[in-house]
């Protein structure tokens, strides 16, 4: 008989590799119900209690003197939660989960093998691409980290994914409503990862689908005096390199259904011209604004969201030292 799927795990995790120890739990009639969100209340208001606007122009920083630039980032940081983590930092929080959830599933008498996670997948450049090196391995990018399927076998199945019910709903800015179960050893690995499940699912919802979406977001950095005055040298760089495109969005519409090699090519050229044209540093701020503005309505989840993962990434790097 296979045992109960419920456990209660220690991560000694690094970045790279990783060694769980369980002990299985009691069997429980009902599924713990997960606290519901404590998100924090402290961010409104707070860049402006340092003297700076929030949302700032998408020119604002840039006209900071450094002394000014670093006490606004600073700043920026703190009212935010923290700092956002590389691609590398969130590559390794996914490789913990799963290794908990792949931990959990054994200790429940199953096999589950965890999905490959690689730092690159989780990389976007929305506006244009800046790195030359990420551009020769992935072209524009494809999907992105896909899960695997959920096992074929039905007990399998529900002690990876769970029951039904209780389930976590989230409605997002953006009017679409997404739902996720709160039991089962994957909802398990996030939560001892994360500390609070719902939280956690209620800030990622919000923060992936902003009201207006990308096309907003996109309007609003191709609108800024840095991003026109910055893309007619772009053009110009690719037209040389023999890619006549007058905007990124339009390389990428014009190689979209190209081979694998037609749009690496495409896309290295234009990293390298978004680097030596200045569109690069653009987007780079322009992209921030376009960020805070989706974001204003919803710093708490950003503080939440950012105080996890941070507090997250520490237990993983404690429990390998």
């Known amino acids: 008989m296979k045992r109960n799927f419920a456990s209660r795990c220690a991560a000694v995790v690094a970045l790279g590799a990783a060694a769980v120890a369980c002990t299985a739990a009691p069997p429980q009639t009902e599924p713990a119900r997960q606290p519901q969100p404590a998100l924090t209340t402290e961010a409104t208001g707070c860049l402006e209690r340092y003297g700076h606007p929030y949302p700032a122009g998408p020119d604002y920083r840039t006209s900071l003197d ?101 389930a976590i709903r989230v409605t997002a800015p953006d009017g679409s409503t997404h739902t996720r179960t709160a039991t089962g050893c994957r909802a398990e690995a996030e939560a001892r990862l994360y500390g609070n499940l719902p939280a956690h699912f209620r800030a990622t919802t919000v923060l992936a689908h902003p009201q207006g979406g990308r ?3 996109e309007r609003i950095v191709t609108g800024t005096r840095a991003w026109r005055t ?21 390389a990428r519409a014009a190689v979209r259904d190209a081979s694998s ?38 710093l708490n989840e950003v503080v939440a969201l950012n105080r996890m993962r941070l507090e997250a990434l520490e237990r993983v790097r404690g429990a390998a030292r």
């Open 261 to 298: 090699r037609t749009r690496k090519a495409t896309a290295v050229a234009e990293a390298r011209c978004a680097r030596g044209s200045g569109l690069a540093e653009a987007a780079t701020e322009a992209g921030r604004h376009a960020r805070d503005r989706a974001e204003a309505p919803y």
């Open 66 to 166: 450094r002394d000014s630039r670093i006490r606004y980032d600073n700043a920026y940081r703190a009212c935010r939660g923290g700092r956002d983590l590389s691609a590398q930092e969130l590559a390794g929080l996914e490789r913990a989960a799963a290794t908990l959830t792949a931990r959990c599933m054994r200790e429940a008498g199953y096999t589950y093998r965890p999905p490959r996670v690689r730092a690159d997948t989780l990389r976007t450049f929305p506006y244009v691409v800046d790195d030359p090196a990420w551009a020769a391995r992935n072209g524009y990018g494809g999907k992105g980290h896909v899960r695997p399927a959920a096992p074929r076998d039905p007990a399998a199945a529900r002690a990876l994914l769970g029951a039904p019910a209780p």
């Open 215 to 217: 096309e907003r977001a």
């Open 230 to 250: 910055a893309l007619p040298e772009w053009a110009r760089c690719m037209a040389t390199a023999g890619h006549p495109y007058a905007s990124p969005q339009a």
